[in-house]
């Protein structure tokens, strides 16, 4: 009871056992974070005395831990490995990496100047330059002969695709000129130096640049040597339709054939075209003139 006669809302050893209870509880949380300080310094005060030991001491550890390790040691001090393997082969070996890549490195380099003198033999053709691109074409020639020793002997060189991609250029300067010339194509046996995809890689290429010669031909209305051009891509189209072509760099071309065909055709029938109606306006014009204009015109004439 309290001073006012009522009952307590919170009797006196109930608040006495909790004032103990919170006593207890703080004097244990100090302790464990009394323990785990000294924990922490233990630790801390154990890594510095192992940091600090000497190496001497570790590195002889170490190689207490690892007993096979002086017997290796030892054989490789001694230097002798004939017992168990031939080391001259693989000096053999080894040497015969290295002339291949310096063989390779040659075949690259002198294979971009076979490719860059074609390219640009290429170009003279288009311009109507035709002694620069017969020098440009005899240049690509002697860089190609240059390597013929090398790539003979060691036929990986060849097709890794350097050579062999120079040689196409090669081959399609070669027979672009030899059209321009004759109107013909150059055949196999005249390109030694190429292979048969070679070849065909270049024939390929040729009509690209043929499709090039035809649209110069058209601006100029030479008509006969668009037609030429024109048949001359039709008939190779007839002879690569024979060939079973497999996925890879000669099927690629061959698929750029039919679009050439088309782009001539295309261009000849526009000639046609245009043609035609430059003829029918001549003939408008004669008839819209007066009949005595036109017999004093025919006078004229004669």
Known sequence: MNIFGTADLFP??????????????????????????????????????????????????SRTRTPGSRGCANRAADGDMSSFLDEADF?????????F???????????????????????????????????????ALAAADELTTVVEANPQLRNSGSYSGGLEEYAE?????????????????????CNGDEYLGGILDF????????????????VAAVRKCRDVVDALMGIF???????????KKYDGLKYTLKKMENTL??????????????????????EGKRRDGDGDDE
């Not at 074609?118 to 005899?138: F, N, P, T, W």
């Not at 010339?181 to 130096?193: F, Q």
């Open 12 to 61: 006196r050893d109930a608040i006495e056992a909790r004032a103990t209870n919170a006593r207890a509880l703080s004097m244990s949380c100090a302790l464990s974070a009394a323990g785990l300080a000294s924990r922490f310094h233990r630790s801390v005060s154990l890594r510095t005395r192992t940091s600090a030991r000497p190496t001497s001491v570790l590195s002889r550890r």
């Open 91 to 99: 000096d053999a070996m080894r040497e015969a990496m290295s002339l």
């Open 101 to 139: 890549d310096e063989q390779r490195d040659t075949v690259i380099k002198r294979s971009r100047d076979i490719t860059k003198a074609s390219k640009v033999a290429i170009y003279c053709l288009h311009r109507g330059e035709m002694d620069k691109a017969d020098a440009q074409i005899a240049q």
């Open 173 to 193: 300067a070669a027979i672009f000129a030899h059209f321009i010339r004759t109107g013909t194509v150059l055949s196999s046996a005249a390109l030694p130096r």
């Open 207 to 222: 009509t690209g640049e043929l499709n090039r010669y035809c649209v110069a031909r058209a601006t100029e209305r030479d």
């Open 241 to 251: 339709l024979k060939f079973d072509f497999r996925n890879g760099a000669l099927r």
């Open 269 to 290: 029938y526009e000639m046609s075209l245009t043609s035609a109606a430059a003829k029918r306006s001549r003939e408008d014009g004669e008839e819209d003139q007066p």
